[in-house]
């Protein structure tokens, strides 16, 4: 079955609101996760990662949450705009740390 | 640099067929990977390569091949395409694995087999 998995597989907000796409992993051994934007069409692109070392990081108006006590990871979208629409996919490395495990996935909707 | 980049960008086989996803890159990463996406999914490993000449499965390798003989080529081979091949096939590569991971995908290869 699926390591890492999302709450939601979609999600609609208004521009401007913040958003914030949840993802919960269930492999104690991955130390490092990252999150990916993929818009219609088009391959996964970068937006953040974070490793196991850290409980916050912050980008360009995203930030991401760690909270390995509950295997939960969360990415905010500060001020989300259209552009932002996509599909948000987190991934872990898993216990080989070869490979990235992917989600699922959540569809991001924003509405202007 | 062009990063990642695939051909065809679309094909569709017949039951049976044979082909071969292109994939290169150009930023001199050791690590490249196959996945596949199914409509509404997350992406699945096919295949990986941590460097030219060394090859490993992922998740679902079955009625694939890959081979690595360059940096730069990993291309993935379909011998006897099934209608559960019909997917979405994307390319990837990276310096490394570990920390930081992060992985370049290219725009991938739209299969539908019939």
């Known amino acids: 079955g699926e390591s890492v998995g999302l709450h939601l597989p979609t999600l609609s907000v208004q521009e401007g609101d913040n958003s914030i796409i949840n993802c919960a992993y269930s492999n104690s051994a991955s130390d490092y996760f990252i999150w990916y934007k993929q818009e219609s069409g088009k391959g996964p692109q970068f937006i953040i990662d974070i490793r196991s070392n850290m409980d916050k990081r912050q980008g360009q108006r995203v930030t991401v949450l760690l909270n390995k006590t509950v295997k939960h990871l969360s990415l905010q979208i500060a001020a989300t705009q259209p552009g932002d629409s996509a599909v948000y996919f987190c991934?872990?490395?898993?216990?080989?740390?070869?490979?990235?495990?992917f989600g699922k996935g959540t569809t991001l909707s924003v509405s202007s | 640099n062009a990063g990642v980049t695939q051909t065809p960008k679309f094909r569709i086989l017949k039951i049976g067929q044979s082909m071969t996803l292109q994939c290169t890159q150009d930023?001199?990463?050791?690590?490249m990977y196959w996945y596949r996406q199914d409509p509404g999914m997350g992406l699945k490993l096919i295949y990986y390569s941590v460097g030219a000449g060394i090859t490993d499965k992922g998740e679902v390798p079955n009625g694939y091949n890959v081979s690595r003989s360059t940096t730069e080529d990993f291309p993935l081979r379909l011998e006897l395409a099934a209608p559960s091949q019909t997917s979405v096939y994307f390319c990837a590569s990276s310096l490394a694995p570990g920390n930081p991971h992060e992985q370049y995908f290219g725009p991938g290869t739209r299969l539908t087999v019939t």
């Open positions: 930023m001199n990463h050791n690590y």
């Open positions: 991934a872990e490395n898993g216990e080989a740390g070869t490979a990235l495990i």
